[in-house]
């Protein structure tokens, strides 16, 4: 395959195709970070990867994208980096720095831009830089690289996109300035060739210096295509040695990483400028499986491909892909819930599907000294991961689940447009169960008797949906998710939901499609007014209207807005969806009864009824655990994980980090 095939740079060689893109973890802030994020990068290196950007670090103060982020600008922060490199270095990988200057992104009172233009997701307004702070953040970039050159590392990753200091020079929206680093587009890419320029004539010709060029930038006003093309001629005139490609702005209204993104949905836009730019190139956003990556280097024009998330789904990615074990690899499903949810909520990140990335060092694998029998009741998420986690460290395990598949709430899940991911995951566990022989009991609920032979015994039974108790609960008209998302029932052309958390939204988003756009490129790009030959500047053109396929109804008691509890980057675009599609909500309403008339509540003290097909209830899930009291009436040794031992907001992640943990402590 092309992706194993080694590339040759003029003065480096990297073993592979594959790089590990940059991916703020939060471990950069913790006390102990070094070790740790030596211990994380060193344990991707050994599973193969090729080369490796790390977190972005600022290179000074007003750089930060928070309070005390990482900064590289003195000597005496050398060696603590030597760590890193060193850890890389041992198992034969390469590393690169990012420098990334958040510029007005910077969540903090110190941040500076181009001009004081505060950013639209930012409450802090930068101060504009004198022509003088432009020339002293230049010199910053500098230092920080040849710091990070005698750090060990291979090379540094200059941040030039997402809408960070770099790109907000280059963009007219961003940079309003009047003199030699504002106005002509020759001016506003001054600040990035100098960057890069400089850079290279102090670390010298073996170095390599990635740029992360802005291709996309899917906002109003940003760069067209040809200014794009110019800038990446120029860069790398400048001296740079590869390209990587920048999708979208933080502040775009586009979705760029989120599971509606098709697989490989980007990487058109790095084939764009394969004949413009003769540097390698590096595809990006949303790769998650060997096949794909494998597509986008022989079909879609790129020399590399990056992917972040997916390394900390599986460390041993590489691996497996290089040894045709695709069907071992822990898929990144894309969620964004423990990577970039957790960072924005000021959390180090960890994985949904895999809850020791980013804690190698506190959450370590470790064989079981005893080898017991242990029986693991459920196989949803938390069983399934408690189940193969134990069965993966020694211990003889059997899964028993009641239904005739595993996967439990997962089933229903993937039913949901833009949730396809999750059949990966089943794919994961089903394999797991068999490389460490785990045995499967399907369609069968244990007796407390039958579970008395086993050693330990975990409860992962799960939920079940909380029944609805109005008057007319138990009308015809009245469905529960599972019967809709199972395809039990059909509804009808009208309904109204029940419950706008995140089920309520997904069951909302299942009866509103059309069609599943996981495989439609096409159809993802003009939904989202994304503009193939990015002729405008930008990318962006009108979104293109589908007609949703039923009229929805949402509603809830609290008077919050709908969706509120959704992650933190990911809830924008589901409310988007839905808003685009004509959802009418209600908020603050007290549930009257459901008649043949249809769904009766109270609003701001007037009675309202709303004429549906369908009542969808979607609200919320209590314990299905009836099993673990009569089990521990017995005196068994039970632990009772995930949904069965609170069903209040629990969700995958929770599940299987318990499951995982609970495992380990066996
Ligand atoms: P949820 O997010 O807690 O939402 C339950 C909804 O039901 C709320 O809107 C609640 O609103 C309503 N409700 C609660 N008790 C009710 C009652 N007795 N009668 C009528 N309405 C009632 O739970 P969920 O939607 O079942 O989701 C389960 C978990 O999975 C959550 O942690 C959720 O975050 C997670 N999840 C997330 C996503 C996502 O992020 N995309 C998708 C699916 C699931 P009121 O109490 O205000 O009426
Ligand atoms: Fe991928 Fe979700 Fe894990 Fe993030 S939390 S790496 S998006 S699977």
Redesign the pocket.
């Given at each position: 395959m092309k992706l194993f095939e080694p590339l040759h740079l003029p003065f480096v060689t990297l073993k592979n195709r594959i790089v590990m893109g940059s991916m703020h973890t939060g471990l950069e802030e913790e006390r102990d970070g070094f070790a740790r994020m030596a211990a994380f990068y060193q344990a991707r290196a050994k599973g193969g990867v090729g080369l490796i950007v790390t977190g972005g670090v600022a290179p000074n103060r007003a750089g930060w994208v928070a309070p005390f982020a990482l900064r590289l600008a003195k000597e005496s922060q050398v060696k603590s980096h030597r760590l890193i490199t060193d850890a890389v270095h041992e198992h034969g990988g390469q590393i690169c720095l990012q420098i990334l200057h958040a510029g007005r992104y910077g969540y903090h009172p110190l941040c500076v831009a181009p001009s004081a233009i505060k950013a639209p997701i930012n409450r802090f307004k930068p101060r504009a830089l004198s022509k003088r702070s432009i020339r002293s953040t230049i010199s910053d970039f500098i230092v920080c690289a040849e710091l990070a050159r005698r750090a060990g590392y291979d090379g540094v990753e200059v941040m030039g996109s997402e809408g960070y200091l770099i790109n907000q020079f280059i963009a007219a929206k961003t940079n309003r300035r009047t003199d030699e680093w504002g106005g002509s587009f020759a001016n506003r890419i001054r600040f990035a060739i100098e960057i890069v320029r400089g850079i290279r004539e102090r670390v010298g010709e073996r170095f390599i210096i990635i740029y992360r060029l802005s291709m996309l930038d899917l906002v109003k006003d940003g760069s067209s295509f040809d200014e794009i093309v110019e800038l990446g001629v120029r860069i790398q005139e400048a001296g740079a040695t590869i390209i990587n490609t920048g999708i979208g702005w933080h502040e775009a209204r586009v979705p760029t990483i989120a599971a509606v993104v098709p697989r490989a949905g980007f990487s058109w836009v790095t084939g764009r400028f394969k004949d413009k730019i003769s540097l390698p190139l590096i595809a990006t956003n949303r790769i998650n499986m060997p096949r794909v990556a494998e597509q986008v280097l022989t079909e879609g024009g790129a020399d590399l491909i990056s992917m972040a998330r997916p390394f900390l789904a599986d460390d041993e990615w590489v691996i497996k892909a290089q040894q045709g074990r695709d069907d071992e690899i822990n898929t990144c499903i894309a969620c964004n819930?423990a990577c970039l949810d957790n960072i924005f909520s000021r959390q180090t990140a960890t994985c949904l599907v895999n809850p020791r990335a980013c804690r190698e060092t506190v959450m370590p694998f470790t064989p079981a000294t005893v080898q017991k029998r242990v029986a693991v009741v459920g196989a949803g998420p938390g069983g399934l991961a408690c189940a193969v986690t134990a069965a993966a460290r020694g211990h003889q395990v059997s899964l028993f689940e009641k239904q005739l598949a595993i996967g439990g709430q997962f089933l229903f899940?993937r039913q949901v447009p833009g949730k396809e991911e999750f059949d990966e995951t089943l794919r994961y566990f089903r394999r797991q169960i068999e490389i460490h022989d785990v045995d499967l009991r399907l369609g069968t609920t244990p007796t407390p008797a039958e579970l008395k032979g086993f050693a330990e015994v975990v409860i992962a039974t799960g939920v079940k949906p909380?029944p609805?108790?109005i008057s007319g609960a138990d009308h015809a008209r009245v469905v529960s998710y599972i019967d809709v998302l199972t395809g039990a029932v059909e509804v009808g052309e009208r309904a109204a939901i029940?419950?706008?958390?995140?089920?309520?939204?997904?069951v909302a988003t299942f009866l509103l499609a059309g069609h599943s756009q996981a495989e439609d490129i096409e159809a993802f790009l003009t939904t989202w007014g994304i503009d193939p030959a990015i002729a405008a500047p930008g990318g962006l053109v009108s979104p293109a209207h589908h007609p949703p396929a039923r009229q929805l109804f949402m509603l809830?008691?609290?008077t919050t807005k709908p969706g509120a509890?959704?992650?933190k980057t990911?809830?924008w675009i589901?409310r988007a969806v839905l808003k685009k599609a004509g959802v009418s909500f209600f908020t603050g309403v007290e549930?009257v009864d459901i008649t043949d008339d249809g769904l009766g509540f109270r609003k701001d003290g007037r009675l309202q009824r709303l004429e549906v097909d369908h009542i969808v209830v979607?609200?919320?899930?209590e314990p299905e655990k009836s099993l673990a009291d009569d089990l521990a009436r017995d005196g068994l040794n039970v632990h009772i994980i995930g949904g069965a031992r609170k069903a209040?907001?629990?969700?995958a992640q929770r599940a299987i980090s318990e499951g995982v943990a609970c495992a380990d402590s066996l």
């Amino acid at each position: 395959m092309k992706l194993f095939e080694p590339l040759h740079l003029p003065f480096v060689t990297l073993k592979n195709r594959i790089v590990m893109g940059s991916m703020h973890t939060g471990l950069e802030e913790e006390r102990d970070g070094f070790a740790r994020m030596a211990a994380f990068y060193q344990a991707r290196a050994k599973g193969g990867v090729g080369l490796i950007v790390t977190g972005g670090v600022a290179p000074n103060r007003a750089g930060w994208v928070a309070p005390f982020a990482l900064r590289l600008a003195k000597e005496s922060q050398v060696k603590s980096h030597r760590l890193i490199t060193d850890a890389v270095h041992e198992h034969g990988g390469q590393i690169c720095l990012q420098i990334l200057h958040a510029g007005r992104y910077g969540y903090h009172p110190l941040c500076v831009a181009p001009s004081a233009i505060k950013a639209p997701i930012n409450r802090f307004k930068p101060r504009a830089l004198s022509k003088r702070s432009i020339r002293s953040t230049i010199s910053d970039f500098i230092v920080c690289a040849e710091l990070a050159r005698r750090a060990g590392y291979d090379g540094v990753e200059v941040m030039g996109s997402e809408g960070y200091l770099i790109n907000q020079f280059i963009a007219a929206k961003t940079n309003r300035r009047t003199d030699e680093w504002g106005g002509s587009f020759a001016n506003r890419i001054r600040f990035a060739i100098e960057i890069v320029r400089g850079i290279r004539e102090r670390v010298g010709e073996r170095f390599i210096i990635i740029y992360r060029l802005s291709m996309l930038d899917l906002v109003k006003d940003g760069s067209s295509f040809d200014e794009i093309v110019e800038l990446g001629v120029r860069i790398q005139e400048a001296g740079a040695t590869i390209i990587n490609t920048g999708i979208g702005w933080h502040e775009a209204r586009v979705p760029t990483i989120a599971a509606v993104v098709p697989r490989a949905g980007f990487s058109w836009v790095t084939g764009r400028f394969k004949d413009k730019i003769s540097l390698p190139l590096i595809a990006t956003n949303r790769i998650n499986m060997p096949r794909v990556a494998e597509q986008v280097l022989t079909e879609g024009g790129a020399d590399l491909i990056s992917m972040a998330r997916p390394f900390l789904a599986d460390d041993e990615w590489v691996i497996k892909a290089q040894q045709g074990r695709d069907d071992e690899i822990n898929t990144c499903i894309a969620c964004n819930q423990a990577c970039l949810d957790n960072i924005f909520s000021r959390q180090t990140a960890t994985c949904l599907v895999n809850p020791r990335a980013c804690r190698e060092t506190v959450m370590p694998f470790t064989p079981a000294t005893v080898q017991k029998r242990v029986a693991v009741v459920g196989a949803g998420p938390g069983g399934l991961a408690c189940a193969v986690t134990a069965a993966a460290r020694g211990h003889q395990v059997s899964l028993f689940e009641k239904q005739l598949a595993i996967g439990g709430q997962f089933l229903f899940a993937r039913q949901v447009p833009g949730k396809e991911e999750f059949d990966e995951t089943l794919r994961y566990f089903r394999r797991q169960i068999e490389i460490h022989d785990v045995d499967l009991r399907l369609g069968t609920t244990p007796t407390p008797a039958e579970l008395k032979g086993f050693a330990e015994v975990v409860i992962a039974t799960g939920v079940k949906p909380r029944p609805l108790t109005i008057s007319g609960a138990d009308h015809a008209r009245v469905v529960s998710y599972i019967d809709v998302l199972t395809g039990a029932v059909e509804v009808g052309e009208r309904a109204a939901i029940i419950g706008a958390g995140g089920i309520g939204f997904d069951v909302a988003t299942f009866l509103l499609a059309g069609h599943s756009q996981a495989e439609d490129i096409e159809a993802f790009l003009t939904t989202w007014g994304i503009d193939p030959a990015i002729a405008a500047p930008g990318g962006l053109v009108s979104p293109a209207h589908h007609p949703p396929a039923r009229q929805l109804f949402m509603l809830q008691r609290k008077t919050t807005k709908p969706g509120a509890g959704l992650g933190k980057t990911t809830g924008w675009i589901h409310r988007a969806v839905l808003k685009k599609a004509g959802v009418s909500f209600f908020t603050g309403v007290e549930y009257v009864d459901i008649t043949d008339d249809g769904l009766g509540f109270r609003k701001d003290g007037r009675l309202q009824r709303l004429e549906v097909d369908h009542i969808v209830v979607c609200a919320g899930q209590e314990p299905e655990k009836s099993l673990a009291d009569d089990l521990a009436r017995d005196g068994l040794n039970v632990h009772i994980i995930g949904g069965a031992r609170k069903a209040a907001e629990l969700d995958a992640q929770r599940a299987i980090s318990e499951g995982v943990a609970c495992a380990d402590s066996l």
